[in-house]
Structures are given as structure tokens and as C-alpha cells.
């Protein structure tokens, strides 16, 4: 069974720019996460979809959105890129938006704002 | 506010030595809580979680962890470190009724010959 997929894997923009990235859980999993992972930190939080619908989101700026499709794959967007925006996206998803209920990443998608 | 901290930033052991990776917690209620590993330039990997009962959990790759409620703990052990543990270790613990997680930054482990 295949895991969580992101794409692209690496990938260089400069600022100004925008940037989308993209996942597909693992099949039968309903919930997708968003995390930023600058080097040198843990993942912060910055959106989780349930079924369709923004069940959480992280204190991050109106320049990320995210949205999730009927097949449950989900896409991060990202406006007007800073140098900060520098960083691992990872994304995990989990059967059930909720409750006891673990969360499996993918291996991320590296962005490099220049 | 919930928090988790990882007191060591990076640890060094033997190959064959034993290891105590620390993390504690700031949260209200009994939390569900993980320990996660990343390997360099890859994603993260579940090593074990808690959610209740036993609070001794056992893992994958021979790490365990306890869960001790009055020192709002979670530690992660294994008693003979393996080279191909060189990793980064993430404690984590979900907060809310969503599923998202609240991480440490992070304690690097290198394991010397």
C-alpha cells in the first residue's frame, strides 16, 4: 500500500512568487495535515482537512491556503513567498479528523525561497 | 499555553550504550502523546505512541517509552543504540479534538563507533 506521496520534492522559487504543493494520503484516509518544518525546529501545525472542510489551522499568515479534493488529496498554497517561507512542508494524514488517531507524513516537499 | 520540550538539543552515545531521550509536556489533561523519527532529508517515521492504559509502550527498531504523569513525561529509551539510529527524534503531543500535534524541536542523536 502506498504511503503518503507529496510533490514536488525540492523545489526553488524567489520571492514575490507562488508556490503549490501537493499530496495524496494513503487510501482510506480521510484527513490531511499541513506542517513547516524550518531547519533546525520541529513541524509546526499549519492546517488540517476533514472530509473537505478546514477542521484546524495553525497561526500562520493568509498568504498559505490549503484546500482537499473529493479524492481526499490536498494542495498547499503559498502567496507572495518570503525568504522565511524557506522550508520542509510536510504532510501527513490520518484516517479520522479526530480522537485517538496517528498521523502518517510524507517524506515533504523542500521549498528554497531565494 | 500546550508546549513540549526536548531539554537536549543533541546527544552523542556509543554504538551498544544505552539511551534516555527526555520530553516533557505542558498540557492540561492526559494527552496522547508520540515519538517521532526523521532521518536526514526524509519525512517522519511513528516510533510509538500513548494513548492510555499501560504506560510503558514499546515501539518499533527496540525503543520504548514511559509515561509519567506527575512529571508530565514521556521518555524514550532503548537499552543498546544501533549506528543506524542517527536521527533526529521528535516528541509530540496532539492537543484538541482535531488531529493536529504539537512538536519539540528536536533532539539529534549521533552514535559513535
Known amino acids: 500500500d502506498a504511503g503518503v506521496t507529496q510533490s514536488p520534492t525540492h523545489l526553488i522559487k524567489t520571492r514575490g512568487q507562488h508556490v503549490t504543493l501537493r499530496c495524496s494520503p494513503i487510501?482510506?484516509?480521510?484527513?490531511v495535515s499541513w506542517y513547516q518544518q524550518v531547519l533546525g525546529q520541529g513541524p509546526q501545525f499549519i492546517f488540517q482537512?476533514?472530509?473537505?472542510?478546514?477542521?484546524g489551522r495553525g497561526n500562520f499568515p493568509d498568504r498559505f491556503s490549503a484546500r482537499q479534493f473529493p479524492n481526499y488529496s490536498s494542495e498547499l498554497n503559498v502567496n507572495a513567498l518570503l525568504l522565511g517561507d524557506s522550508a520542509l512542508y510536510l504532510c501527513?494524514?490520518?484516517?479520522?479528523?479526530?480522537?485517538?488517531?496517528?498521523?502518517?507524513f510524507g517524506a515533504g516537499s523542500r521549498l528554497t525561497v531565494l | 499555553a500546550q508546549s513540549v520540550t526536548q531539554p537536549d538539543i543533541h546527544i552523542t552515545v556509543s554504538e551498544g550504550a544505552s539511551l534516555e531521550l527526555r520530553c516533557n509536556y505542558s498540557y492540561g489533561a492526559t494527552p496522547y502523546l508520540f515519538w517521532y523519527v526523521q532521518s536526514p532529508g526524509q519525512g517522519l517515521q511513528l516510533l510509538l505512541k500513548?494513548?492510555?492504559?499501560?504506560?510503558l509502550v514499546q515501539g518499533i527498531k527496540g525503543f520504548e517509552a514511559e509515561f509519567k504523569r506527575s512529571q508530565s513525561s514521556f521518555n524514550l529509551r532503548k537499552p543498546s543504540v544501533h549506528w543506524s539510529d542517527a536521527a533526529e527524534y521528535f516528541c509530540a503531543v496532539k492537543v484538541g479534538s482535531q488531529g493536529n500535534l504539537i512538536f519539540g524541536k528536536g533532539t539529534k542523536l549521533s552514535v559513535k563507533p
Open positions: 482537512y476533514y472530509e473537505k472542510e478546514e477542521r
Open positions: 487510501s482510506g484516509h480521510k484527513s
Open positions: 501527513a494524514s490520518s484516517p479520522r479528523g479526530s480522537g485517538a488517531n496517528v498521523l502518517t
Open positions: 500513548y494513548f492510555s492504559g499501560d504506560t
